[in-house]
């Protein structure tokens, strides 16, 4: 609602903030493409892309993508943890902390399972929105 008001009053354009998130085929999709697509485009070029190429030197590009996703992750669920003390002036749980790392280890074990099944692990949309 915010979004639209300052479109339609100070003429700005605004990127959109998801990209129909219920249609997601995975959780790096979800996460990748679909839901909170500003930050995602923030995360990217300034955490996971620079932890990438760190630790492609360091392990190897096989290997990289784990903890690039989990420190991403884990920035983003810092990033939560300080808005969230920022807004109510209370000190951290770490909860959204712990369940974006948690989001993080899932996304990242998807991503090794998909690299080991070489692209034959495809789930339809169908399947997700069966349900729906």
Partial sequence: MVGTLAQA????????H???????????????????????NILRPTIYDPMRYIFTRIFGRRWATFPSVLITF????????????NMRNVKPTWEVTWSLLFHGFCTATEIEVKKALDGRWQLHREWFCSGV
């Fill in 9 to 16: 009053i100070l003429g700005l354009e605004l990127e959109p």
């Fill in 74 to 85: 884990m920035v983003s669920g810092l990033m939560h943890e300080l808005m969230f003390y």
């Fill in 18 to 40: 998801s990209n129909n998130p219920y249609l997601s085929t995975s959780l790096q999709d979800f996460w990748g493409r679909r839901w909170n697509l500003p930050i995602t």
